[in-house]
């Protein structure tokens, strides 16, 4: 069984675009999390969000809006699409706090031309 | 500036030969996490150091959180092909932010 998944895996598309990436969990945590990549390799935290509610939003246009509609989900909308978009999204989850273990989905790769 | 510098940025190296990988802040953290992440792939958890001076080992792999908890280095012994890969070390900072150090990336030759 995944514990954490995120659809699609990759994701091809053009400026201006709107698109959604989802993830889910099977694990019963608390915590989940997005993440983004760049080509350099450097994961930042996006958002946060515990019990459904948002609880860290760090600086990231407001272009993207994640979306839990349970404790088990928690997706990722970006309108407008930009090329500085292009990167790995991960999805996390944890039990509790950000000092727990996170398990980590196995990212999508989203290009923008 | 990162909060958390790695260093080095890539190592690439025999297998069979040892290695150590450091991770650095000017900042005191309530712990730090050491992740691997294959190609791919989303990063995996090989431990969490929380006490200061504390050493932990993991078969081939050693990690060891310093005093001050500023700093954290990972040391395999003998490495093989099959520690290749992107490591990267984390840690809260201020209230629910969790942060990634800048990575290293590990190649090992057969």
């Known amino acids: 069984d995944t514990a954490v998944s995120q659809t699609p895996k990759y994701l091809v598309t053009q400026m201006g675009n709107d698109k959604s990436i989802k993830c889910e969990q099977n694990?019963?945590?608390?915590?989940m999390y997005w993440y983004k990549q760049d080509s350099k390799k450097f994961l930042k935290i996006m958002f946060s969000?515990?019990?459904?509610?948002?609880?860290i939003n760090e600086t990231v246009p407001n272009r993207f809006s994640p979306k839990s509609p349970d404790k088990a989900h928690l997706n990722l909308h970006i309108n407008s699409l930009e090329l500085g978009d292009s990167a790995v999204y991960f999805c996390?989850?944890?039990?509790?706090?950000?000092?727990?273990?996170?398990?980590f989905g196995p990212g999508t790769r989203l290009t923008v031309l | 500036t990162q909060l958390l510098e790695q260093s080095p940025q890539f190592l690439s190296i025999q297998e069979g030969e040892n290695l150590t990988v450091y991770c650095n802040s000017s900042?005191?953290?309530?712990?730090l996490q050491w992740y691997r992440q294959e190609p791919g792939e989303g990063p995996v958890l090989l431990v969490t150091?929380?006490?200061?001076?504390e050493v932990k080992k993991l078969k081939r792999l050693t990690f060891q959180f310093g005093d001050a908890r500023k700093d954290s280095s990972l040391h395999i012994t003998a490495a093989q092909p099959g520690d290749t890969g992107l490591y990267l070390c984390?840690?809260?900072?201020?209230?629910?932010?969790?942060?990634f150090g800048s990575g290293t990336k590990l190649n090992v030759k057969p």
């Open positions: 996390a989850s944890s039990q509790g706090t950000n000092t727990d273990t996170q398990y």
């Open positions: 694990l019963g945590h608390d915590t």
């Open positions: 969000y515990n019990n459904k509610e948002l609880i």
């Open positions: 900042s005191v953290f309530s712990s």
């Open positions: 150091v929380v006490t200061g001076g």
């Open positions: 984390a840690g809260p900072y201020n209230f629910n932010k969790f942060y």
